[in-house]
């Protein structure tokens, strides 16, 4: 029986789990507590030995063949699963009387079947996991285009990229405070004399000392934008990079995919 090679073990599994962990549980079909059940399933196949009544043999590589028939298609197990199978019978074909020899040919035959079966329904679940991923790459692209760039500059990435509406809002006040701070920082450093408010005008030192408190004004406005601007774009590289980890997972299992159907 044509297996597919050691990627499958070393890769596809720990990817399958976690992709099945991503899943909402609303498009889970099974529960993971199948992989524990798998793997039982396959120590008993690799536990198996002849028994003194063969008739007795028979029955109990007939039973594991029957489980075998219901493995989770969405455990990465399952190709070693058939194999540990395949190579019992053989064993038996080997070791049994002659006259067990069509029965055996028969179980062959029929975990052959279910291996192709099971193949089909785990390509079919392979497929569902790269268009989970395919749409999830299309719902993040929506959201970190470089329109997002534009609006980090207006306090309105966080609305943009569609997270907690108290988080967009505080960002979008937080701007138009720092907009208005620096508008009347101007004001006072242009015209201090009717902007000064209650601070005294009466020489031009202290005119200076108004017009100095209008540049302060205006420069702690410009660091605490350029801090609230650099931790937008930071928090946008910072998706781009989840992007990029979701995309790499999705053509591990298009390579996957294209491995298996070899």
Same mark, same amino acid.
């Given at each position: 029986?044509?297996?597919?090679?050691a990627?499958?073990?070393?890769?596809?599994?720990?990817?399958g789990r976690?992709?099945?962990?991503?899943?909402p549980?609303?498009?889970?079909?099974?529960?993971p507590?199948?992989?524990q059940?798998?793997?039982?399933?396959i120590?008993?196949v690799?536990?198996?030995?002849?028994?003194e009544?063969?008739?007795?043999?028979?029955?109990?590589?007939t039973?594991?063949?029957?489980?075998a028939?219901h +493995?989770?298609?969405?455990?990465?197990?399952?190709?070693?699963?058939?194999?540990?199978?395949?190579?019992?019978?053989?064993?038996?074909?080997?070791n049994?009387?002659?006259?067990?020899?069509?029965?055996l040919?028969? /179980?062959?035959?029929l975990?052959?079947?279910?291996?192709?079966?099971?193949m089909?329904?785990?390509?079919?679940?392979?497929?569902?996991?790269?268009?989970?991923?395919?749409?999830?790459?299309?719902?993040? =692209?929506a959201?970190?285009? +470089?329109?997002?760039?534009?609006?980090?500059?207006?306090?309105?990435?966080?609305m943009?990229m569609?997270?907690?509406?108290?988080?967009?809002?505080?960002n979008v006040?937080f701007?138009?405070?720092?907009?208005?701070m620096?508008?009347?920082g101007?004001?006072t450093?242009? $015209?201090p004399?009717?902007? +000064?408010g209650?601070l005294?005008? $009466?020489?031009?030192?202290h005119?200076q000392?108004?017009? =100095?408190?209008?540049?302060?004004?205006?420069?702690?406005?410009?660091?605490?934008?350029?801090?609230q601007?650099? /931790?937008?774009?930071?928090?946008?590289?910072?998706?781009?990079?989840?992007?990029l980890?979701n995309n790499?997972?999705k053509?591990?299992f298009v390579k996957?995919?294209?491995?298996?159907?070899?």
């Amino acid at each position: 029986m044509s297996l597919v090679n050691a990627f499958i073990n070393q890769i596809g599994r720990e990817m399958g789990r976690d992709a099945y962990r991503s899943f909402p549980s609303g498009n889970r079909t099974r529960q993971p507590i199948h992989f524990q059940e798998e793997e039982c399933l396959i120590a008993q196949v690799k536990a198996f030995e002849l028994l003194e009544d063969h008739q007795a043999t028979l029955r109990l590589v007939t039973n594991l063949v029957e489980k075998a028939e219901h +493995a989770n298609p969405e455990d990465f197990e399952w190709q070693e699963l058939f194999c540990e199978i395949d190579n019992k019978i053989d064993f038996c074909k080997d070791n049994l009387p002659v006259e067990f020899k069509d029965q055996l040919n028969r /179980l062959d035959e029929l975990n052959a079947a279910n291996f192709k079966q099971m193949m089909a329904r785990h390509v079919a679940y392979i497929e569902t996991v790269i268009q989970f991923y395919e749409n999830k790459a299309n719902e993040l =692209n929506a959201k970190a285009n +470089a329109m997002v760039y534009l609006a980090a500059f207006f306090g309105l990435r966080a609305m943009y990229m569609k997270e907690y509406r108290v988080s967009a809002l505080v960002n979008v006040l937080f701007v138009a405070l720092l907009f208005i701070m620096s508008f009347l920082g101007y004001l006072t450093y242009v $015209d201090p004399i009717h902007n +000064a408010g209650n601070l005294p005008t $009466d020489t031009p030192e202290h005119i200076q000392k108004v017009a =100095n408190l209008g540049v302060g004004i205006m420069a702690i406005s410009a660091m605490l934008y350029c801090l609230q601007l650099g /931790l937008a774009i930071r928090k946008i590289f910072a998706f781009r990079k989840t992007i990029l980890e979701n995309n790499a997972v999705k053509d591990k299992f298009v390579k996957y995919m294209k491995q298996l159907l070899k």
